[in-house]
């Protein structure tokens, strides 16, 4: 399977705006679908964003919903999240991951290769 690279995290100050990008190592980007997840210390994973291969499809969750958006382009075999109105909740790791499925899901256990993830720090 292809390695999955994050970059594009780092510090930013509450209201402002971060793009991650994730992309494949290796290879290139399976047909099925493709996510960010992200984890803040002593918390569990959370579903950020999915999107289907051919980008026509997106599933945001609850708490970034109008401020987030992902897309990809798989001739570059990269996935962005451009995040905006960013706040300290939205600090974390953020992960890019891999589905077995070509629909968008939020279970973390449906995507099977991970990458290692990039931190992202919202300062208030």
């Known amino acids: 399977q292809v390695q999955l690279v994050e970059s594009g995290g780092g510090v930013v100050q509450a209201g402002g705006s971060l793009r991650l990008s994730c992309t494949a190592s290796r290879g290139t980007f399976s047909t099925y679908a493709l996510a960010w997840f992200r984890q803040a210390p002593e918390k569990e994973r959370e579903y950020v964003a999915s999107?289907?291969?051919?980008?026509?499809?997106?599933t945001y969750g609850d708490s970034v919903r109008g401020r987030f958006i992902i897309s990809r382009d798989n001739a570059k075999n990269t996935m962005y999240l451009q995040m905006n109105g960013l706040v300290p909740e939205d600090t974390a790791v953020y992960y890019c991951?891999?589905?077995?499925?070509?629909?968008?899901?939020?279970?973390?256990?449906?995507?099977?290769?991970w990458g290692q993830g990039t931190q992202v720090t919202v300062s208030s």
């Open positions: 991951a891999e589905s077995r499925l070509f629909g968008n899901t939020r279970m973390a256990t449906f995507y099977g290769n």
């Open positions: 999107i289907t291969y051919g980008g026509d499809s997106t």
